[in-house]
């Protein structure tokens, strides 16, 4: 029998799910959902910046350098919205890059929840060397 939380964080991550199908991204789509007080306060998905094309992969198809990340996009959006996330969860489809991960800390996010391994750990590592509690949950059961 699973608790509450857990049954919230799986249908919180497939929301995130859901909204990665939004990025027009071809190598990778992500998707992030910033919850506070059981409300869903921001979300993101990867792409490039307000005003920009949306190719997120170059003519080699490599990743073009100025795109942002679900959760960079998720922060950004909470600060121009006037909520705060300080205290909030955030609910991403990949587990945070290290330069995510900064700017979680910096957020005031107290927990992150994740799906699939990014293929670094050093984001993970560094969200819990900040007393940030990490959970990962498989979508599927």
């Known amino acids: 029998m699973h608790n509450k939380q857990y049954l919230l964080d799986k249908r919180y991550l497939q929301m995130a799910q859901i909204w990665?199908?939004?990025?027009?991204?071809?190598?990778?789509?992500?998707?992030?959902?910033?919850?506070?007080?059981?409300?869903?306060?921001s979300d993101g998905y990867n792409g490039t910046p307000s005003g920009f094309e949306n190719n997120c992969e170059d003519e080699n198809n490599q990743t073009k350098p100025y795109v942002l990340h679900a959760e960079a996009n998720a922060i950004s959006k909470v600060a121009k919205s006037g909520n705060s996330s300080d205290g909030a969860t955030m609910y991403v489809t990949s587990s945070p890059c290290l330069e995510c991960a900064k700017l979680i800390i910096q957020a005031g996010i107290k927990r992150v929840v994740f799906?699939?391994?990014?293929?670094?750990?050093?984001?993970?590592?560094?969200?819990?060397?900040?007393?940030?509690?990490?959970?990962?949950?498989?979508t599927e059961d």
């Open 20 to 41: 990665a199908q939004n990025s027009y991204c071809k190598r990778r789509q992500v998707g992030a959902i910033l919850v506070k007080d059981k409300m869903i306060i």
């Open 115 to 138: 799906t699939a391994n990014y293929r670094l750990e050093d984001g993970i590592n560094l969200l819990k060397r900040a007393q940030i509690e990490v959970v990962q949950v498989e």
